[in-house]
């Protein structure tokens, strides 16, 4: 049974930085791309960046590119997204999520199929 805990959220303002991290077990992590989606109140659940499973590749939404990094470590089973020049509009329950098809644009939810519970973070004005 693939489990993922996501952590690190909380609140910070505007300008700040928070580091999440994705927990995985269950399953053989260094073999699954993974990915980071982000759902605000109200709003659709939006991608955010993707990763390959050997960590050389990655992609970003544009609205986080050059502010948010995605890394994994293989060795310890865990994934991570270190944000900076948080926006308030970065507001958003953060979920972690294992790819398991590639019919379909990296994008689309329906590429990955095990998710975390998600990290709420806050960003004040």
């Known amino acids: 049974q693939v489990q993922l805990v996501e952590s690190g959220g909380g609140l910070v303002q505007a300008g700040g930085s928070l580091r999440l991290s994705c927990a995985a077990s269950?399953?053989?992590?260094?073999?699954?791309?993974m990915a980071w989606f982000r759902q605000a109140p109200g709003k659709v659940r939006e991608f955010v960046t993707w990763?390959?499973?050997?960590?050389?590749?990655?992609q970003y939404a544009d609205s986080v590119k050059g502010r948010f990094t995605i890394s994994r470590d293989n060795a310890k089973n865990t994934l991570y997204l270190q944000m900076s020049s948080l926006k308030p509009e970065d507001t958003a329950v953060y979920y972690c999520?294992?790819?398991?098809?590639?019919?379909?644009?990296?994008?689309?939810?329906?590429?990955?199929?095990?998710w975390g519970q998600g990290t709420q973070v806050t960003v004040s004005p």
């Open positions: 269950g399953g053989a992590f260094s073999t699954w791309p």
């Open positions: 999520a294992v790819q398991f098809r590639q019919d379909v644009p990296l994008d689309d939810q329906r590429r990955y199929k095990y």
């Open positions: 990763i390959s499973s050997n960590g050389a590749g990655t």
